[in-house]
C-alpha cells in the first residue's frame, strides 16, 4: 500500500489548531498556517473529564492525579504551549524576502541566546551516530506512556460490570462495548489493575475466552492501554516470515522522543530483546538505517524553536540532496526527516514549495519507492496535518477489495485515546472524502466489531 496513493494532493492545509469539532468550510481549503511556530495546541483543549494530551497541566479538583504524576518538566511549560512570545529577544528578521505566506508568526522569535545551542551548524550526518542532541525542553510522554501509571478514581463499578458481562453462559457484548470504550489511556490502566486484583483474573485472558474476531481483536487493543499495543503491534509486524511494513510505519514514525524511549523499554521488557535488533533483522540496508535514526529519539523538541535562517540552510540542503543531484543522498533525507520536530518540518515545507517551485512530497516520491517512500511520506503528512493523515489513513485501511481489519482496529483505537484530536479526523475525513468517518466504518464493518468502532469514534 502506498501511502501516496489516495493521499490528497496538497496546495494548502488546515490550520495547526485542529479542526472546528462540528462542520467544516465546504468552499476550498483553509489556508496553511502562517509562521514557523508550532500551534498553541494541535488537537484543541481536552475535553472534560479527559486527561490532557502532551504537555498540559492535568484538569484541577477533578479527580486526576497532581501535576508532578504527570511527569511534567519542572519549570515552565513548553515554548509550544505558550500563546505569548517567549521571554528573550524579538524575532530574528534577517530572513531575506521571505515569500508570501511564509512569514514568521508574530511573537515567535528565537530563545534567549545559549538556551538551545547555536542553530545553524554541521548537517545532520557529521554529528556522528544519527543527529545532534535534541534540542529544547522534553516534551512530556503522552497519557499511557508512563507504565503502570493509574489514576485515584474508584473503577470496581465498571470492574464488576465486565465481570458480570462476561460471567456464566453467554457474553453481554453490549455491556462490555459501552465500559471498554470510555476509559482515557490513564483510566483504563486503573481499570484492567482493578479488576485483576478483584477477581483474580487477566482481564486479556477473560476477553479472549468470551469473544472473537475482530470485536475481540478491538476489546484487547483497547484493554492493553495506547503502550502496550504498540508494543503488540510492533511484534506482529516483526514475527515471523516477512514484515508488516505498515504496522511499524503506523507505531515508530512521526513520535516524540520521551514515547519512543517509553516504546522501547516495554519491548524490551515484554520480549526480552532490543527493539533495534529485532528491526535489523527484518529490515535491510537504507529502510533500516531510516529506523534506526527514528529509534534513536534524537528529534528536536516540541519546544526547540524555528529559526528562519535555518530553516533555509536546511532546505537547501534538503534540495541538494534530492532534486538538486545525480543520485539522491538518502542519509541526508532521512536524517532531517528523523531528527526535525513537527513545527520544523512544517516550515520546511512549505519553504521548499516557495524556494523551489516544487512539492516537498512528490518531490520525495520521485527519488524514493517502497517502505522508504512511504515511511517519508508519512513522517511529512504527520508533522504538516496530523489530523488529515490519520483521516487518510483510515480511509485506505477500508478503501479496495476488502477491509484491512487489523489496521482498521489499531488506527481507530489510536486516534481514539485522544478524544480532541478523533474529532479533528473525523472533521479532516468529512472534508476531504465528503463523508462521515462513522458512516464510512458502519459500511466497512458489521456486527458487535462495527459497534465497537462506533462506539471509540463517539
Same mark, same amino acid.
Given at each position: 500500500?502506498?501511502y501516496q ?5 496538497q ?16 468552499q476550498?481549503?483553509?489556508p ?5 511556530? !508550532? ?10 473529564g ?7 497541566p492535568p ?11 504527570? #511527569?511534567?518538566?519542572?519549570?515552565p ?9 517567549p ?7 534577517q530572513?531575506?524576502?521571505p ?15 545559549g538556551?538551545?545551542?547555536a ?18 525542553? !522534553?516534551t512530556?510522554?503522552?497519557?499511557g ?7 485515584? /478514581?474508584?473503577m ?7 465481570r ?18 470510555k476509559?482515557?489511556?490513564i483510566?483504563?490502566?486503573?481499570l ?6 478483584r ?11 468470551e ?11 483497547l484493554?492493553?492501554?495506547p ?17 508488516k511494513e ?10 516524540? #522522543?520521551?514515547d ?10 515484554t ?6 535488533a529485532?528491526?535489523?533483522g ?6 533500516e ?15 526547540a524553536?524555528? /529559526?528562519p535562517?535555518? /530553516? ?11 532534486a ?7 542519509a ?5 526527516f ?9 516550515a520546511i #515545507? ?10 516537498l512530497?512528490k518531490? /520525495?516520491?520521485?527519488e ?12 511529512l ?20 477489495m476488502?477491509t ?23 472533521a ?10 462513522i ?11 462495527e ?5 471509540c469514534?463517539?
Open positions: 500500500m502506498s496513493q489516495g493521499y490528497p494532493p496546495g494548502g492545509y488546515p490550520p495547526q489548531g485542529g479542526y472546528p469539532p462540528q462542520g467544516y468550510p465546504p476550498g481549503y483553509p496553511p498556517q502562517q509562521g514557523y511556530g !508550532p500551534p498553541p495546541d494541535q488537537y484543541g483543549a481536552p475535553p472534560q479527559y486527561p490532557p494530551p502532551q504537555g498540559y484538569p484541577q479538583g477533578q479527580g486526576y492525579p497532581p501535576q508532578q504524576q504527570w #511527569n511534567a518538566p519542572p519549570g511549560p513548553p515554548q509550544h504551549q505558550q500563546y505569548g512570545a521571554p528573550g529577544p524579538p524575532p530574528q528578521q530572513y531575506s524576502a515569500p508570501q505566506g511564509y512569514a514568521p508568526q508574530q511573537g515567535y522569535g528565537a530563545p534567549p541566546p538556551q538551545y545551542g542553530p545553524p551548524g554541521p548537517p545532520p550526518q557529521q554529528y556522528g551516530g544519527y543527529g545532534a542532541p535534541p534540542g529544547g525542553q !522534553p512530556p510522554p503522552s497519557p506512556y508512563v507504565r503502570g501509571q493509574t489514576a485515584p /478514581i474508584d470496581t463499578p465498571q470492574a464488576e460490570g465486565l458480570k458481562a462476561m460471567k456464566g453462559f453467554g457474553t453481554d457484548e453490549k455491556a462490555l462495548i459501552a465500559i471498554l470504550s476509559p482515557n489511556p483510566e483504563m490502566e486503573t484492567r489493575t482493578t479488576f485483576e486484583r477477581f483474580m483474573k487477566k482481564l486479556l485472558q477473560e476477553i479472549d475466552k469473544t472473537s474476531g475482530y470485536f475481540q481483536y478491538g476489546l484487547q487493543a484493554v492493553r492501554g503502550l502496550m499495543q504498540d508494543v503488540f503491534i510492533l511484534n506482529e509486524g516483526i514475527k515471523g516470515m516477512g514484515t505498515t504496522f511499524l510505519n503506523d507505531v515508530l514514525l512521526g513520535r516524540s #522522543n520521551a519512543m524511549h517509553a516504546i522501547k523499554q516495554a519491548y524490551q521488557d520480549y526480552k530483546r532490543s527493539l533495534e529485532d528491526l535489523r527484518d529490515l535491510s540496508m537504507k529502510t538505517q531510516l529506523f534506526m535514526m527514528v529509534t534513536a529519539a534524537r528529534r528536536d523538541e516540541d519546544s524553536p524555528v /529559526i535562517q535555518q /530553516i533555509d540552510a536546511w532546505v537547501t540542503e534538503l534540495h541538494g540532496a534530492t538538486g543531484r545525480m543520485g539522491k543522498d538518502s541526508t533525507v532521512c536524517a532531517m528523523c531528527n526535525r520536530n513537527d513545527a520544523q518540518l512544517r #515545507n512549505q519553504a521548499y514549495g516557495a524556494k523551489y517551485g516544487k512539492q512530497e518531490v /520525495i516520491a520521485a524514493f519507492s517502497g517502505h522508504m517512500e512511504e515511511a517519508l511520506l508519512l513522517q503528512a504527520r508533522a504538516v496535518d496530523r489530523a488529515r493523515s490519520d483521516a487518510v489513513q483510515l480511509d485506505d485501511a477500508m478503501k479496495g476488502g484491512k481489519d487489523e489496521l482498521l482496529v489499531n488506527r481507530v483505537v489510536r486516534a481514539h485515546w485522544n478524544r480532541g484530536h478523533m474529532q479533528n479526523v473525523k479532516a475525513h468529512k472534508h476531504v472524502y465528503r463523508k462521515e468517518l458512516d464510512r466504518i458502519k459500511s466497512e464493518t458489521r456486527g458487535d466489531y459497534r465497537l468502532m462506533v462506539a469514534c463517539e
